[in-house]
Structures are given as C-alpha cells and as structure tokens.
C-alpha cells in the first residue's frame, strides 16, 4: 500500500475522479445498449399517457421517440459510454488496486487523447482557411443527404432543427442548402408542399417551447423573406462568430480540460512511481 503523502493523495483523488465518470460511463453505455436492444420498450415508456402533458410536450416527446432517432442515438451513447467506461475503469482500478501496468495504461491513453487534442487545435489553428471549409463540407453533407422533412424526422434532423431555431440561423451557409437536401425535398414531394426552408428556420411564435417550430407567419416556409425568416443567416458563420465574441471563455475552457488531465496522467504516474518505489524497498529487505 501507499504510504508516501503525495501520492496517497493522488491516488484517492483519482479513484474519486474516476468512479464519477465510471459511473456515468456505464450508465451512458447500459442506456444506449437498451435503446439499441429494445427500443420499443422505450417508446412505450416515453408515451408517458398517464401523466397531465400538454400537447406540445407530448409532440416534442413523440419527435425525440421516433424509431429513426432513438436507433441513432443508441449508437452515438454506445461509442461514448464505453470510451468514458474503459478509460474510467483503467484509472479507478489501476488505483485502488495499486496497479502499475493498469495506471501506465491510463496515463498512456490520455498522453494520446491530449496529443490528439493539442494537435487538432494547432491544424486548426495553422489551416484555418482548409478546416473552415472542410467542416462547411461536412455540415452541408449532413444537410444534403440526412436532413428530412415531417415525413422523414431521425436524429439529424432533430438536431439541425434545435441549432437553426436556438441560434436563429438557416441551414450551413443560408437557405439554399436545403435546395440539395433529397430527403426534404422528397418530403415536400410526398406531402404536396413546396417548401423552400423547414419551419425551424422561420421565425417562431413568442414563448414556443423548445422542440416546437411554430412560425409567426404560416406562408415562411413557402415563402420565406427576412421579416419572417433567417434564410440568409447561416448557422457556421453565427457560430464562428460567437466563437470568437467569446474567445476567452473557449480558451479558459479548453485549457481547464487539459488542466484535468495533465494532473490526471501526473497522478497516475506519481503513484505508479511510488508503488514501484515501495515494492523494491520491499524486495530488498
């Protein structure tokens, strides 16, 4: 067992650490197992019929329980909940249990997580211009073959449909983009409607609970202008933006994260250090 002061602090700080995101880990991970095992079951759960909803609860509720979403985003909490888990597993056991190889393994894994990050940020910062554009490419990509209609709701839909209404913003670069989207076009086609933006890109009624997309004025999504819509407003350019109107908020939070885990991988290798020290203490007499 430890008994150097330093490291018993850091090893208990890491098993605190740890068991928190373990826990969140298996629980992100046994939820998205689920959803992808037996999604009926969480359709029927999420109906909620018994309880007092109002109608745009039970609407909002109904869109975030569609087939289509709910299978997406069991993937998406399956490759998350296991990365947290595995990580969170190495550190809390390499600790408790005053592992060496386990803590080495930890610390390796974040060295190469914080690599990783220290060298996105450094591309992205040097190829400014290259990265600007190809994540432009990749967001209409995900407009153009995965942004559907009323008829076809999954999970990016959803997910468009919240950032364009928060941010009041309209598709990528502006309302053209949904010019190129097969899926809201076929919509359109089935539904017999020509429309040239979804209604989250429209204006919505005052004090509309988020997840409803009411528009002030009926004719937006037929014929949207800029009195009753953002369909020149892209939502990259509105992000980079508050990005930058916020510059020092995003910098404090990226260096607090990396903050964490330098101490993280400082704590795995200090006890690693001290448990190794001890045991050649111990073998020597």
Known sequence: MVQDCGATIAK??????????????????AVGIWLAADKNSFIQITKLSTLPLTDDA??????????????????????????IFIISFLGYCGAIKESRVLLTTYGIFLIIILCLQITAIVLAVVYKHEADEHTRGILKTSVSQYYGSNTHRNAVTLSWDLIMSQMECCGVNNYTDFRDAALFLEGNREEGINR???????????????????????????????????????????????????????????VGIAAVQLLAIIFAFCVCRAVGTERDFSYKY
């Open 12 to 29: 208990y700080l890491l098993c605190v650490f740890n068991f928190v995101f373990f826990v969140v880990g298996a629980s992100v991970l």
């Open 58 to 83: 039970k609407n909002v509720i109904k869109e975030f329980s569609e087939p289509s979403v709910i299978e997406q985003a069991a993937y998406v909490l399956i490759a998350a909940g296991a990365f």
């Open 196 to 254: 040239q933006v979804p209604a989250s890109c429209c204006i919505l009624e005052p004090n509309t609970p988020v997840g409803i997309y009411r528009p002030a004025d009926d004719r937006c999504e037929v014929n949207p202008t800029t009195s009753n819509s953002y369909l020149y407003k892209g939502c990259f350019n509105k992000f980079t933006n508050y990005v930058q109107e916020n510059l020092n908020i995003v910098i404090g939070t990226v």
